[in-house]
């Protein structure tokens, strides 16, 4: 394979977003679905590079490929390089990306179908994942950087893709703006590194800290900065706000986002740097943390929400808590080995309600009900991926959810039973979504296509849209398989530390140890509560809802954060308060300086002016005074 060529499967789609943009526009009236295919080609090429490369990082010496790099900015001493580093962490994340995006683009051409934005839509989607294919491939901390806010860019542009709502515009406004608070960590900490290292390039940085050159207060810092920049870009908490109202976008932009890309990002970071945080037990134990408090922080929002994608949002800032639950605890292989099955069938949960919408024209649940007949290829694999992200047997949630219940059972009793009430929650309320979708009889009124055709007649979606979403319920069953025997976690370079619980790894052992079969259990009364309420009835959902009304208030009030940063934060401290005595001041110690200044020059002036009268009688009064002055001065001090 020529070393030059995995540079081809980020340059691939970025050469897509300019085609579209600024070549094939004026032919988009005679071809109009020329973009979608652009975009289509190049990602799908794309992908194919990506496999190509996991074949030959599979083969390679180590897992890792040596890519030549390339001299980018020189000033003065400071000489930064581009390169690329495609180990076994950056392979795994590159099919990831390339596949899931490619089968979004498929889908995309069914459910974008007829909108006036369909080019623009393609070229921010080309940009976005060449974004994120960039951003797991970069060598250095600036390259990354680069990627890394052009991944908050792309997600800017597609959640305020409809930009003519204002849900829109202010939704997308608002994930630019929060996470720039953890950016921000995140370029403190690289200028932490640089100041201090003397070194931009990843694997260097690596090594300062295992060695332990790079440590104490120094490492701590960078790498809480790091988690920072983590934390915005994966929705957690306390910068988890933004992720719920990105469903502004487009569907299947959500599922992207979702899947794998912008979210997966934070994920990334923390993995691409876990040697910095495993030789500082603080930030380890910082990621572990919040990781398991946002699990099920965010899992209690889902329980209550109308909106379907609402509940994938929070379903979504729940598994990225497991994620760095399993980083903080486990390494590398366990949080990433969730991020790769989360990706196959958070994409198809996505999707299925993208198809849904298609059919009934909302996202409402509470106007839905009863499409498992009018959709039955939806239903079959909304069903399989709830099942896989619930955690049951055999699918791919099971494995490594349980890889991260293992770890925490072990590591930290508190997180485990976080983590394992979080498995009942999301059960339930992942449930309680296909139940009221997909199970009674149909609840809504005339339906309106989003695409504008078959009005008033539920339907199945067109076969583009669910070829895609047949070939991820496939993998949602079975990508959880490649860690039976440990083999994603040495393939990881953590296969000792998976092995420490294999029990989790086989059927035998499933049977055998009680924690895989405990977690079971608490999915399966999730599932079995939910059916209980909203399938059999057994159990009203309004009666229960009194009895527990304050948590449902608080729940259903997002625990009133929102309110707390827009109008207590946003208004009272920063607009009211900050930002009006910085203008107070600016306009009164500024501006008054500046002012009195010049008031006092024309004061000063005006009196010179005075002075000159034209009269020559005072001129000479003023020089007759002047000599008897001067005659004085020398009397007395001659």
């Given at each position: 394979m020529p070393n030059q060529m995995p540079w081809l499967i980020f340059l691939l789609p970025l050469c897509s977003f300019i085609i579209i943009s600024f070549i094939l526009r004026p032919f988009f009236n005679q071809r109009p679905k020329l973009s979608g295919y652009v975009t289509i080609g190049a990602i799908g090429i794309a992908c194919v590079f990506s496999f190509w490369v996991l074949a030959e990082v599979l083969a390679a010496p180590g897992h890792k490929l040596n890519i030549p790099d390339i001299q980018w900015v020189v000033v003065g001493d400071l000489n930064v390089h581009v390169g690329l580093i495609i180990d076994s962490l950056s392979a795994v994340m590159v099919v990831v990306v390339s596949f899931v995006s490619l089968m979004i683009q498929i889908y995309s051409q069914g459910y974008m179908r007829g909108d006036p934005g369909y080019h623009r839509y393609f070229a921010f989607m080309s940009l976005f994942t060449a974004c994120m294919l960039g951003l797991v491939m970069a060598d250095?901390?600036?390259?990354?950087?680069l990627f890394w806010e052009g991944v908050g860019l792309g997600s800017y542009l597609l959640i305020g893709f409809w930009f003519h709502r204002p849900s829109a515009a202010n939704a997308a406004k608002k994930a630019f703006i929060v996470t720039r608070f953890g950016d921000f960590g995140f370029l403190a900490a690289i200028l932490l590194l640089f100041y201090h290292t003397g070194t931009f390039n990843i694997e260097e940085l690596h090594g300062l800290a295992v060695a332990g050159t790079l440590a104490g207060t120094i490492l701590t810092w960078a790498a809480i900065g790091?988690?920072?920049?983590?934390?915005?870009?994966?929705?957690?908490?306390?910068?988890?706000?933004?992720?719920?109202?990105?469903?502004?976008?487009?569907?299947?932009?959500?599922?992207?986002?979702?899947?794998?890309?912008?979210?997966?990002?934070g994920v990334f970071l923390v993995a691409r740097f876990f040697p910095l945080f495993e030789h500082c037990h603080v930030a380890l134990t910082t990621v572990a943390i919040i990781g398991g408090f946002t699990a099920i922080f965010a899992a209690s929002m889902g329980l209550v929400?109308?909106?379907?994608?609402?509940?994938?949002?929070?379903?979504?800032?729940?598994?990225?808590?497991?994620?760095?639950?399993?980083?903080?605890?486990?390494?590398?292989?366990?949080?990433?080995?969730?991020?790769?099955?989360?990706?196959?069938?958070k994409a198809l949960l996505f999707l299925g309600a993208g198809s849904v919408n298609h059919s009934t024209g909302t996202f409402d649940m509470r106007e839905m009900g009863g499409l498992r007949k009018a959709m039955p290829w939806t239903y079959v694999t909304f069903l399989i991926a709830s099942l896989s992200i619930a955690g049951i047997w055999p699918l791919a949630g099971f494995w490594s959810k349980d890889e991260i219940l293992a770890y925490s059972f072990t590591n930290n009793q508190i997180l485990f039973y976080?983590?394992?009430?979080?498995?009942?929650?999301?059960?339930?309320?992942?449930?309680?979504?296909?139940?009221?979708?997909?199970?009674?009889?149909?609840?809504?009124?005339?339906?309106?296509?989003?695409?504008?055709?078959?009005?008033?007649?539920?339907?199945?979606?067109?076969?583009?849209?669910?070829?895609?979403?047949?070939?991820?319920?496939?993998?949602?069953?079975?990508?959880?398989?490649?860690?039976?025997?440990?083999?994603?976690?040495?393939?990881?370079?953590?296969?000792?530390s998976i092995e420490v619980h294999s029990f989790v790894g086989g059927f035998l052992g499933m049977l055998t140890h009680p924690l895989p079969l405990t977690s079971l259990l608490v999915a399966g009364l999730g599932i079995f509560l939910a059916y209980a309420m909203y399938s059999a009835k057994w159990l009203s959902a309004e009666a229960v809802g009194r009895v527990f009304k304050p948590f449902y208030v608080l729940?259903?009030?997002?625990?009133w954060f929102d309110e707390l940063y827009e109008r207590v934060i946003v208004v009272r401290v920063l607009v009211d308060g900050i930002f009006a005595a910085l203008s107070v001041f600016d306009s009164r110690v500024v501006d008054g300086a500046v002012n009195s200044v010049a008031s006092g020059t024309a004061s000063t002036s005006g009196a010179m002016r005075r002075a000159q009268t034209g009269q020559l009688q005072a001129y000479g009064l003023a020089i007759a005074v002047g000599v008897v002055a001067i005659a004085v001065c020398f009397y007395i001090f001659g």
């Amino acid at each position: 394979m020529p070393n030059q060529m995995p540079w081809l499967i980020f340059l691939l789609p970025l050469c897509s977003f300019i085609i579209i943009s600024f070549i094939l526009r004026p032919f988009f009236n005679q071809r109009p679905k020329l973009s979608g295919y652009v975009t289509i080609g190049a990602i799908g090429i794309a992908c194919v590079f990506s496999f190509w490369v996991l074949a030959e990082v599979l083969a390679a010496p180590g897992h890792k490929l040596n890519i030549p790099d390339i001299q980018w900015v020189v000033v003065g001493d400071l000489n930064v390089h581009v390169g690329l580093i495609i180990d076994s962490l950056s392979a795994v994340m590159v099919v990831v990306v390339s596949f899931v995006s490619l089968m979004i683009q498929i889908y995309s051409q069914g459910y974008m179908r007829g909108d006036p934005g369909y080019h623009r839509y393609f070229a921010f989607m080309s940009l976005f994942t060449a974004c994120m294919l960039g951003l797991v491939m970069a060598d250095n901390l600036v390259f990354l950087f680069l990627f890394w806010e052009g991944v908050g860019l792309g997600s800017y542009l597609l959640i305020g893709f409809w930009f003519h709502r204002p849900s829109a515009a202010n939704a997308a406004k608002k994930a630019f703006i929060v996470t720039r608070f953890g950016d921000f960590g995140f370029l403190a900490a690289i200028l932490l590194l640089f100041y201090h290292t003397g070194t931009f390039n990843i694997e260097e940085l690596h090594g300062l800290a295992v060695a332990g050159t790079l440590a104490g207060t120094i490492l701590t810092w960078a790498a809480i900065g790091i988690f920072s920049g983590a934390v915005g870009k994966s929705a957690q908490f306390p910068l988890h706000v933004w992720l719920p109202d990105a469903m502004e976008g487009p569907t299947p932009v959500s599922a992207l986002i979702h899947a794998a890309t912008m979210v997966a990002a934070g994920v990334f970071l923390v993995a691409r740097f876990f040697p910095l945080f495993e030789h500082c037990h603080v930030a380890l134990t910082t990621v572990a943390i919040i990781g398991g408090f946002t699990a099920i922080f965010a899992a209690s929002m889902g329980l209550v929400m109308t909106d379907i994608k609402r509940v994938l949002a929070y379903s979504t800032i729940s598994q990225l808590g497991y994620m760095m639950l399993g980083l903080g605890v486990g390494g590398v292989a366990v949080g990433i080995f969730h991020l790769f099955n989360h990706a196959f069938f958070k994409a198809l949960l996505f999707l299925g309600a993208g198809s849904v919408n298609h059919s009934t024209g909302t996202f409402d649940m509470r106007e839905m009900g009863g499409l498992r007949k009018a959709m039955p290829w939806t239903y079959v694999t909304f069903l399989i991926a709830s099942l896989s992200i619930a955690g049951i047997w055999p699918l791919a949630g099971f494995w490594s959810k349980d890889e991260i219940l293992a770890y925490s059972f072990t590591n930290n009793q508190i997180l485990f039973y976080l983590a394992m009430i979080t498995v009942f929650m999301t059960a339930f309320y992942m449930f309680r979504a296909v139940f009221l979708t997909f199970g009674g009889e149909y609840r809504g009124g005339v339906v309106s296509s989003h695409s504008g055709h078959e009005h008033g007649k539920l339907h199945e979606s067109p076969a583009v849209m669910v070829v895609p979403m047949a070939i991820l319920a496939v993998l949602s069953v079975v990508s959880g398989w490649l860690n039976v025997t440990g083999s994603f976690g040495q393939f990881l370079g953590h296969g000792e530390s998976i092995e420490v619980h294999s029990f989790v790894g086989g059927f035998l052992g499933m049977l055998t140890h009680p924690l895989p079969l405990t977690s079971l259990l608490v999915a399966g009364l999730g599932i079995f509560l939910a059916y209980a309420m909203y399938s059999a009835k057994w159990l009203s959902a309004e009666a229960v809802g009194r009895v527990f009304k304050p948590f449902y208030v608080l729940f259903s009030r997002k625990y009133w954060f929102d309110e707390l940063y827009e109008r207590v934060i946003v208004v009272r401290v920063l607009v009211d308060g900050i930002f009006a005595a910085l203008s107070v001041f600016d306009s009164r110690v500024v501006d008054g300086a500046v002012n009195s200044v010049a008031s006092g020059t024309a004061s000063t002036s005006g009196a010179m002016r005075r002075a000159q009268t034209g009269q020559l009688q005072a001129y000479g009064l003023a020089i007759a005074v002047g000599v008897v002055a001067i005659a004085v001065c020398f009397y007395i001090f001659g």
